[in-house]
Each structure stands twice: as C-alpha cells, then as structure tokens.
C-alpha cells in the first residue's frame, strides 16, 4: 500500500479537502468528506467507494481495510483539525463521491419510505435517518428546502445509516405521483377534521410517510395531494412533538 504524507495546511490536497466542507466545493469536486471510525467502518463494511482515506496514525490502517484504488494519506493532527467539522476530530477521513443517480426517481418504486418536507436540523435529520434504518424502510426522499444530504453535520448525525438504504433528493410533489402510480399510498402529518388517529392505521409494506419543517409542519400543497393525513393524540397538555420523535412514532406504527 503506497502512503503519501502531507505535513502542510497549505497541500492542494488539504485545500481540495477543507473546500468539501461547503455545498459549492462539494458540487465542484463532485465528492464529499467523512469522519470518525464508525461512519468510515461503515462506509467500508458496506462497500462504499472510498477515493480517498486520510488518517494521523499509520497503525490505524489495520483496522480499516480499504481496496487497491483507494489513495492513503497519513496526516498530521492539525491539518486533522483543519479539515474537520468537529472541534475534537478522531483522525480518520475518508472521501467519497456524490452520487447523480439520487436525483432519479426509481421506475420501480415501492416498499416503505420516508419523505422530509423542509426539514432542516441535522440532529432531526440523523434521527430520523437512524429511525428509518432501524425501522426497515427502503428509502428517504429529501425535499426541497431540507438540509443537504451531504453536509458535514448531517453526515455525521446520520451516523453510517445512509448507507443501508437509498438517499435521494427531489420534489416531493413529483415523488408523490410516482408513489401514485405505483399504488403506493401517501401519508401526510396534520391537526384537521380530515386527519385520522395513528392509532387507525394498519401496518403496511407499502406507505410514503411525509414529514413536515420543525416550525411550519408540512406543505398544505403537498397535504392536498396525500392519500391520508394523520395526527397523533396526546394527553399531555404539550402543543406539539419534536418532528424526529413523532417520525419514530408513525414508522413503527406502519411497518409490518
């Protein structure tokens, strides 16, 4: 395995590296970056594409069993911290290529999915990516308006469940007539007299859940179009729930 050390903040390939972190570098480059052991062990165990890995520590690459084609660079710890979007990095990168395909609907479009309408929090975001993944789902959808799929806080909340399912970016109205013309039903989240209880539902293999921004809820032009809209009741005296609980509420309620 051949090494290449950088020692200066100032290599083009840390320069390369530091501008991943804006969404105007990753377009550019047409690759993202990722950090920490376990997003990188994951993105390894599930055959990812890795381009290149950077790491401070020679003897980590034991433990990180790359291919042939990956580039391998051993890193000083501050240019770790140069490139890194946390404030304690653990030394290990890894870059990876956005992917096209993302932007396509399926043509065979089916099984479970959830869709994010303007949801913006990375926190929420890796929630419910997290819940989605445990909870069995094929596929997420994110909207118009959410938080981009491959920002460096949204990656890292996400925790390596990204690559357990399909990730795709759309609008959530073309979406849903695809779901339509696939005879998958679509779900919204809202207070009204049309709404049903959760309680109601009937688990399925086959829903698009949407959900919808943290302040605002989702899209009354995307309410109008969905198959069923939902509440979940409460007796509490609380005005509402953080959009990632409520998410991890429905999807359990649905998969059969």
Known sequence: ??????????????????????????VKSGQYVIEGWHIVDEAIRHRQAIKQLMVV?????????VDDDTEVFLITPEIAKHISSTETPQGVFAVLETEDYHEQIPSDLKGAWLLLDNIQDPG????????????????IVFGKGSADLYNPKVVRSMQGSQFHMKLFTGDILEWMAAFKDAGVKTYGTELNDQAISY???????????????EGNGVDPAILEKTDQNLYIPMNGEAESLNVAVATGILLFKFVK
């Open 1 to 26: 395995m051949d090494i290449e050390r950088i020692t200066s903040n100032q290599n083009n390939r840390v320069k390369e590296w530091t501008k991943m972190q804006s969404k105007k570098g990753r």
């Open 124 to 139: 929420n975001i890796g929630t419910m990516v997290r819940t989605a993944d445990a909870a069995g789902l094929d596929g």
């Open 199 to 213: 309680y109601d539902i009937t688990p399925t293999k086959q829903f698009a859940l949407i959900m919808g921004n």
């Open 57 to 65: 520590d020679e003897s980590y690459l034991g433990d990180l069993p």
